[in-house]
């Protein structure tokens, strides 16, 4: 898995999806911001705790999951 030191998982907050550092906003609910046409500055007023980089690793988390391919095993 890549490095995503602001993406946290923990079964405490949001019943274990992914968020950002440990607060109780999850990366769907940001990139489901963006989605819906917020602008980051927009973000960043809604939700004055977190920081621009949240959102691009929040975007870029989202991108892995989306390219992530699942390999068959090898039954061997």
Request: charged share 30%; no cysteine; hydrophobic share 40%.
């Amino acid at each position: 898995m890549k490095d995503f030191d602001r993406i946290q998982f923990s079964p405490q907050i949001m019943g274990g999806k992914p968020s950002i550092r440990g607060m109780r906003i999850s990366v769907g609910a940001v990139v489901g911001l963006v989605a819906s046409g917020y602008s980051t500055d927009k973000i960043l007023e809604l939700y004055p705790y977190l920081e621009k980089e949240d959102i691009r690793q929040a975007l870029e988390y989202a991108a892995w999951r989306a390219d992530e391919m699942e390999q068959p095993l090898d039954p061997a």
